[in-house]
Each structure stands twice: as structure tokens, then as C-alpha cells.
């Protein structure tokens, strides 16, 4: 199943990721229109900085998710493709999955006047997610974790190596 992998050493800290996510979860789908919809988008994602370097961080749809186990509504479940989601009409607004998420990025949106829990969905109607198609520098990959490691090592690998080989 695919994820969402940071690659550190590509991000800038310039942010677009987390603004095509906002606009991609909004009703228009257009930046200018999504900035005054009443329901303002929210991110599901978040650059922050660990001192001076952007840190992506992002749902990693844990295998033993325990904002899925903490769900008292039954709001969060896990779709075929391994992803863990949610069911906006179930949602209440209690804040558990908020409090147990390990890397803080379940978030508040009002919707009509309620608070619901929104959270990364993959853009399950999209080929690959918003933020990734629009990350500048690709440091963000939608990939197969094998896939991802493999690439990841061969990249070392042609770092390391001496020119012209041995």
C-alpha cells in the first residue's frame, strides 16, 4: 500500500504542500475561492522546524493506529487500501483521536457550524495525493515502502561509490 515518505534533504520549507492540501479538501477546489469559503480548508499536513531545518510532517495511517482504536464514535476506519479515514456524518467532535495521534496531525475543521476531526485522506479521489503532486523540490514521494527504501539506498549507494567505479 502506498504512503506519503518524506525525503528531508529535498524540503525548502516553502509550505505549497501544505496549501494545495487546504485547497484540495476545500469545496472549490480554486485557491482564490477555497481562501473565502465560510468553511475555511484545512491542512493535513505540516512543515515545521526542527531547529533550522523544515521537517514534513504527515499521517503515516498506522498499522496499530491509535487514533482509530481511541474513535468512540466509530468514525475512523480503514479503507481497502490500508488507509485510516473518516466518516464525516459520525464524527462528533470529541477530540480523542487528537489526543492520542503520536505525530499531532489530526486537525479541527468547522463544517455547518460543527468541529469535526479532519485528517490526511490520501486524496482517495486523486491518482496521488495533493501535497506530493505539488511539493516543488519532490521532497514529499507517494510510494510502496519497499519501493521507497530501494530507491533510497540505491541513491546512497551512488553517493558513496567512487567515480569511474572501483
Known amino acids: ?83 485510516v479515514r473518516r466518516k464525516e456524518e459520525k464524527c462528533i467532535g470529541c477530540w480523542t483521536c487528537i489526543m492520542v495521534c503520536p505525530y499531532g496531525v489530526i486537525g479541527r475543521q468547522e463544517r455547518g457550524g460543527n468541529w469535526l476531526a479532519a485528517k490526511c485522506d490520501l486524496c482517495d479521489e486523486r491518482e496521488s495525493p495533493a501535497c506530493v503532486d505539488s511539493c516543488p523540490t519532490n521532497a514529499l514521494v507517494f510510494s510502496e515502502a519497499d519501493e521507497f527504501a530501494s530507491t533510497r539506498r540505491r541513491q546512497v549507494e551512488a553517493a558513496l561509490a567512487p567515480p569511474g567505479g572501483r
Open 1 to 83: 500500500m502506498k504512503r506519503i515518505f518524506v525525503r528531508l534533504d529535498h524540503c525548502t520549507g516553502c509550505h505549497t504542500c501544505e496549501l494545495a492540501c487546504a485547497v484540495e479538501h476545500s469545496v472549490s477546489k480554486e485557491l482564490v475561492a477555497a481562501s473565502m469559503e465560510a468553511d475555511r480548508p484545512k491542512k493535513r499536513l505540516f512543515v515545521e522546524y526542527v531547529p533550522d531545518q523544515p521537517v514534513p510532517i504527515v499521517c503515516r495511517h498506522c498499522e496499530d493506529a491509535p487514533c482509530l482504536n481511541a474513535c468512540i464514535s466509530g468514525a475512523l476506519w480503514r479503507d481497502d487500501r490500508g488507509a
